[in-house]
């Protein structure tokens, strides 16, 4: 297998490293297309193949992945139509539905929402099958996407739900980690060692919520020993409505991906 990916600012190239990060694709099978010949270049590096031509990239690959701003899909559908003809499409482009992607190709389509943690191999992503994808096309992206983090194919109308949680996820949890570090700042300690110390909670909580099988009430109390430490900072979140905050974050991230889905 060879993969194509179009587009390699943040999303793209930070795809290509996870899946080399972890072992998930080697360079020699990978090509990467862009217009900036400075991204080109650092990726490279890595040893993999480079090109400005989509249609190259699409004659040259089996499979081709799209990680182009919503309103480049179009067009770059267009530019590589004949060679993409019978190939797999994964479009990673927020609110662009498999079948708007269908009109425009000849190829299968399986849509995805990945988010810029798979550069780590910690990213949280669906996926959604288009009409003419097979059970080997979704089960090809869900190994891929399950080497670089988790992935669970889902229901296409719940894209916009994913959007808002997991796909603009990973900064409501900076600005938490962010919090946490100007505490501990504010309560004596090194600006170094505060971030370290909120980043690698974040980390620790979110494992333990993965990997222990606990419901997140039960590892609430766990935490939480009556008349202690931890009961009085929730006391503080609780009061602040932080909760409720995080869940209209959610809904209007979510909101907004409606608004822009086509």
Known sequence: MKIGIIGCGNLGSSLIRGFLKVGALEAKEIMASDVSEKRLGEL????????TNNKNLARCCNVILLAVKPDIVEPVLKETEETSRDKLVISAAAG???GFIEAHTKARVIRIMPNICGLVGE???????????SRED???VKGLLNKIGVGFEI??????????LSGSGPTYFY???KALRDAGVELGLSSEVALKLAAQTAKGA???????????DDLTRQVCTPKGTTVEGLKVLENRKIS????AAVKAAAKRARELSR
């Open 123 to 133: 990213m949280a992503s669906c996926f959604s099958r288009g009409t003419r994808a």
């Open 96 to 98: 662009v539905s498999t």
């Open 44 to 51: 490279e590096k890595l040893g993999i193949e480079t090109t």
């Open 138 to 140: 979704a089960e090809l």
């Open 175 to 177: 600005l938490i980690i």
């Open 244 to 247: 409720e905050a995080l869940v």
């Open 155 to 164: 229901d296409e109308k719940l894209m916009d739900a994913v959007t808002g």
């Open 206 to 216: 979110g494992e333990m919520v993965l990997s222990l099988g606990k419901g997140i």
